[in-house]
């Protein structure tokens, strides 16, 4: 796979490079690529297209879809073994992170990055402005584009998504060799370490959360009570649906009234609220308040769940919608804790509630059958009984004495 010869101006030598730095620990394949790529002396996008010209590789997310040859050929030409730059790529994260990625960005636990012109558009390359300036070599962790982390664990501090001067996304494949490190923002050259970010309690629910994922990536196992470890996709599954009400539903503003009223009065709603919104497409300033939300509904699980949908009317329905059946460890408390289906009275008691209210003079309505069997006043009625119950009322107001009829039952029944 060497590639010898001449590429437009350059003579491309053969045998290995100059230099060939290790990635660092929790290193992303795009930082130590860049990194590769500065040590010889060559701004990255120029020493890919010089070496590997078939094609533009910084024109998708290549920390997620890397082609094998390419893989194979830094292999080679980085003197490090293969399997240790595959350790760099999201996809080592396949199995105990994740089930599967889709390139296609069907992947919620991965942040999008959305490339056009080999730049970065979106905010998914987050960075630690502390770590990066403690960095003796400052570099991109692995860690920094999961969608679930918001936080620094080691700094206790929110994660940055953009240079704070200019807004731009971290495009440090863009840095001109006259920037001593990637800690730089490639548009407007300001410090990356001198972000100010919000320091974070270790009480705090989000701090909380992100234990959970911490403890899912070491292990690929979470325990969110003492009976239950899951396993981290399935963990990851289940937390998707619980946030989904939030992003995705018509009533999501309802959804944070709630959580507002009946879980924690410290939440302030989301940002950039956008109906049908992408987790993996939220900045983190949105995502690390859902990671609040959801290290606050997680704790004595299931017990503070069930209690906050309880509180807040919340039926298990906007959790399944349009998703199908949730992780077991999910779906058995939205199945046994959250079922509100109405209870389907017997035709003896149907029957019994319609005599009831003719024999006593009541005015035969749907409400007043509801009250009378205990449910609900919007009763539903299944197409048999709401012909009967039609022809009833049809007959009762046939009746002279209809207009004395009582028409607030429950109002009467408990007088
Ligand atoms: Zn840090
Ligand atoms: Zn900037």
Request: with cysteine.
């Amino acid at each position: 796979m060497a590639n010898t010869g001449t590429t437009k101006n350059y003579v491309i030598p053969d045998g290995p490079w100059p230099s060939f730095p290790k990635p660092l620990p929790d290193e992303i394949f795009s930082s130590w690529l860049a990194r590769l790529a500065r040590a010889n002396f060559t701004e990255p996008c120029r020493f890919t297209s010089m070496y590997w010209p078939k094609t533009n590789i910084w024109n998708q997310d290549l920390d997620a879809s890397t082609p094998v040859e390419f893989i194979q050929y830094l292999s080679q030409k980085a003197r490090i073994d293969q399997a240790s730059i595959e350790a760099t790529l999201l996809t080592s994260l396949i199995g105990r992170y994740m089930s599967e990625i889709d390139t296609n960005g069907g992947q919620l636990g991965i942040l999008a990055v959305k490339t056009i012109g080999a730049k970065r558009q979106s905010f998914g390359m987050q960075f630690c402005p502390r770590c990066l300036e403690e960095d003796r070599i400052p570099y991109y962790r692995r860690s920094w584009r999961l969608t679930p982390i918001t936080i620094c664990s080691k700094h206790l501090v929110k994660l940055a998504d953009r240079c704070a001067k200019c807004e731009s996304p971290a495009n440090f494949h863009h840095l001109s060799l006259f920037h001593s490190s990637l800690a730089f923002c490639w548009q407007c050259g300001s410090e990356l370490t001198r972000i100010t970010t919000e320091e974070i309690c270790p009480q705090s629910g989000v701090a909380k959360f992100n234990d959970l994922i911490l403890e899912g990536l070491t292990t690929g196992w979470v325990r969110i009570n003492e009976e239950t470890p899951i396993m981290m996709p399935m963990f990851l599954e289940g937390i998707w649906r619980m946030v989904r009400p939030f992003l995705r539903n018509k009533h999501a503003r309802r959804f944070e009234e709630s959580f507002r009223t009946n879980g924690d009065e410290g939440f302030v709603g989301l940002d950039s609220f956008t109906f049908g919104s992408r987790i993996d497409r939220l900045p983190t300033s949105d995502r690390f308040k859902l990671g609040h939300v959801l290290g606050h509904l997680l704790c004595d699980w299931p017990n503070r769940f069930v209690g906050f949908c309880i509180n807040s009317n919340i039926t298990r329905k906007p959790f399944r919608r349009n998703v199908g059946i949730p992780p077991y460890w999910l779906a058995k408390v939205l199945n046994t804790e959250l079922n509100k289906k109405p209870y389907w009275t017997s035709e003896m008691e149907f029957d019994s509630a319609i005599s009831y209210l003719i024999g006593r003079g009541y005015q035969l309505s749907r409400g007043n059958i509801g009250s009378a069997l205990g449910l609900n006043r919007s009763l539903y009625l299944n197409p048999e009984r709401t012909k009967k119950v039609k022809r009833l009322i049809n007959k009762q107001k046939l009746s002279k004495d209809y207009e004395r009829l009582s028409p607030v039952f429950n109002f009467c029944l408990h007088r």
